[in-house]
Nanobody
Framework: QVQLVESGGGLVQAGGSLRLSCAASGRTTFSTYAMGWFRQAPGKEREFVAAKSWSGGNTYYSDSVKGRFTISRDNAKNTVYLQMNSLKPEDTAVYYC??????????????????WGQGTQVTVSS
């Protein structure tokens, strides 16, 4: 079992930045999991944002955030981060972190994830 707790969401003006954190705990080894960030806006389906492999060697981003968001992980702290820069109103959503044992491009698919956090709200005003 893996428990995930996100933090760092909030209200920011367009063009601003936020850093989300996701702390993992439980009877497992955090470093064996690929970690991903997803988001869900009101009335929309949950969508992939970014993912990083267990080793950190592979990183994936959705086209909508590429160049603006950066995912990183600190296995010593059992934490994954999402640095979000140049935020836009369309980035407004609940952001979730998730953990999966899947490898490679499978980490882009929400259905491959075994564990999810409760989500943190990000609101970007225009």
């Amino acid at each position: 079992q893996v428990q995930l707790v996100e933090s760092g969401g909030g209200l920011v003006q367009a063009g601003g930045s936020l850093r989300l954190s996701c702390a993992a705990s439980g009877r497992t080894t955090f470093s064996t999991y690929a970690m991903g960030w997803f988001r869900q806006a009101p009335g929309k389906e949950r969508e992939f944002v970014a993912a990083k492999s267990w080793s950190g060697g592979n990183t994936y981003y959705s086209d909508s955030v590429k160049g603006r968001f950066t995912i990183s992980r600190d296995n010593a702290k059992n934490t994954v981060y999402l640095q979000m820069n140049s935020l836009k109103p369309e980035d407004t959503a609940v952001y979730y972190c998730a953990a999966t044992l899947a490898a490679g491009a499978a980490a882009l698919r929400a259905g491959q994830y075994d564990y999810w956090g409760q989500g943190t709200q990000v609101t970007v005003s225009s």
